[in-house]
């Protein structure tokens, strides 16, 4: 059973960065594409930003293109997100999850960034 475990979350003023880890234990992350997610205060979880099993292939919703970057750690246990330039509207608790194949099966319990204007 994969655990992913999310940290590096906090407090930054607007236009600062952050650095989320997402590390996996249990199984080998290396097959698994990774997401991140995000939930703002009353809304529902939404989509941040994808990679895919081998690093090279990555997406990302329009909000946080050209700001945030994914990327997987040289051991393949770890996946970041590098978020630049940060916005009060970015404050959101943020989900890593893995997915083998189909649909995210293994998710993280969450990591909280604030960032105050």
């Known amino acids: 059973q994969m655990q992913l475990v999310e940290s590096g979350g906090g407090l930054v003023q607007a236009g600062g960065s952050l650095r989320l880890s997402c590390a996996a234990s249990?199984?080998?992350?290396?097959?698994?594409?990774v997401g991140w997610f995000r939930r703002h205060p009353g809304k529902e979880r939404e989509f941040v930003a994808a990679i895919n099993w081998s690093g090279r292939n990555t997406n990302y919703a329009d909000s946080v293109k050209g700001r945030f970057t994914i990327s997987r750690g040289n051991a393949g246990n770890t996946v970041y997100l590098q978020m630049d330039s940060l916005k009060p509207e970015d404050t959101a608790v943020y989900y890593c999850?893995?997915?083998?194949?189909?649909?995210?099966?293994?998710w993280g319990q969450g990591t909280q960034v604030t960032v105050s204007s």
């Open positions: 999850a893995a997915t083998y194949n189909t649909g995210y099966d293994y």
């Open positions: 249990g199984i080998l992350l290396g097959g698994y594409a």
